[in-house]
Nanobody, 118 residues
């Protein structure tokens, strides 16, 4: 599975961004897709995960209400809509693919930088 993330950039606090993660490769339909982020000097943290059908979704508590994960199965693409962005949301955002819902990440995308200015 290959993952290509895009959509990052510089935005002012309160603004919005939508990240995309295009997936390719065999057996993609058997994976759960998600997003993680890593701020400078910090560990990589879970953001959200979604099933291929979109029927199962989970978020990190701190993301609920501002971030929305969605999937377009026909395009093999997962999105992360981020609203009301805060400077503390500044990080490299990585898309990820899991074979198991609560399992370790099996594949990582290359990351896309999100910078929120105050």
């Amino acid at each position: 599975v290959q993952l290509q993330a895009s959509g990052g950039g510089l935005v002012q606090a309160g603004g919005s961004l939508r990240l995309s993660c295009a997936a390719s490769g065999r057996a993609f339909s058997t994976y759960y897709m998600g997003w993680f982020r890593q701020a400078p000097g910090k560990e990589r943290d879970f953001v959200a995960r979604i099933s291929r059908s979109g029927g199962s979704i989970t978020y990190a508590d701190s993301m609920k209400g501002r971030f929305t994960i969605s999937v377009d199965s026909a395009k093999n693409t997962v999105y992360l809509q981020m609203n009301s962005l805060k400077p503390e949301d500044t990080a490299v955002y990585y898309c990820a693919a899991n074979r198991r819902w609560y399992g370790d990440v099996d594949y990582w995308g290359q990351g896309t930088q999100v910078t929120v200015s105050s």
